[in-house]
C-alpha cells in the first residue's frame, strides 16, 4: 500500500447488531461438518476470503437458488459464471462451512466473513422483532 501513482479504494463496514456482521473462523477440513457461524439473524448475503492464501472472495447469497443445500456461489473478483458448487448453508441464525476446500473451509486455515441479514432476530438496540 501507499506506492505512489496507484489507485486504493477502501470498504469500510460497521456492524449492525441484526443487520450485520464481520468477523472470522477457522476451518477443520471436515467436508459435510466444518465451522458454524453465529451471526444472531438470517444471512441473505455472505462473502468468505482464506487470509492465508490469494484465493478470491466467495458470496453466497439466497437468491440464486435460495435454498439449502443449494446455495450456489459466486466470486467477488473474478468474470467467472455463477458456481454450482454447494460449500455454505444459510440459517435462521448463521451460516455452516459444507465444504473442506481452501477457499472456505480447510483446516487451520483463518477465513474472514461478512454478513448481512435478511431477516434480523432483533432491530439496531436489540429489542426482539415482532412477528410477521
Same mark, same amino acid.
Given at each position: 500500500?501507499?506506492?505512489?501513482? =496507484?489507485?486504493?479504494?477502501?470498504?469500510?463496514?460497521?456492524?449492525?447488531?441484526?443487520?450485520?456482521?464481520?468477523?472470522?473462523?477457522?476451518?477443520?477440513?471436515?467436508?459435510?461438518?466444518?465451522?458454524?457461524?453465529?451471526?444472531?439473524? =438470517?444471512?441473505?448475503?455472505?462473502?468468505?476470503?482464506?487470509?492465508?492464501?490469494?484465493?478470491?472472495?466467495?458470496?453466497?447469497?439466497?437468491?440464486?437458488?435460495?435454498?439449502?443445500?443449494?446455495?450456489?456461489?459466486?466470486?467477488?473478483?473474478?468474470?467467472?459464471?455463477?458456481?454450482?458448487?454447494?460449500?455454505?448453508?444459510?440459517?435462521?441464525?448463521?451460516?455452516?462451512?459444507?465444504?473442506?476446500?481452501?477457499?472456505?473451509?480447510?483446516?487451520?486455515?483463518?477465513?474472514?466473513?461478512?454478513?448481512?441479514?435478511?431477516?434480523?432476530?432483533?432491530?439496531?438496540?436489540?429489542?426482539?422483532?415482532?412477528? =410477521?
Amino acid at each position: 500500500t501507499n506506492t505512489s501513482s =496507484r489507485t486504493y479504494v477502501a470498504f469500510c463496514f460497521a456492524e449492525k447488531q441484526g443487520y450485520s456482521k464481520f468477523g472470522s473462523y477457522e476451518g477443520n477440513d471436515q467436508s459435510s461438518d466444518n465451522a458454524f457461524v453465529y451471526t444472531g439473524f =438470517r444471512p441473505a448475503w455472505v462473502m468468505i476470503k482464506n487470509t492465508e492464501n490469494t484465493y478470491g472472495w466467495v458470496i453466497v447469497n439466497n437468491k440464486a437458488l435460495g435454498y439449502n443445500p443449494d446455495n450456489n456461489f459466486i466470486y467477488a473478483n473474478a468474470t467467472d459464471t455463477e458456481s454450482t458448487n454447494d460449500w455454505v448453508d444459510l440459517y435462521s441464525n448463521g451460516f455452516k462451512i459444507r465444504s473442506n476446500t481452501a477457499r472456505v473451509g480447510s483446516v487451520n486455515e483463518t477465513y474472514v466473513y461478512a454478513a448481512f441479514a435478511e431477516a434480523p432476530f432483533v432491530n439496531s438496540n436489540g429489542v426482539p422483532c415482532n412477528a =410477521r
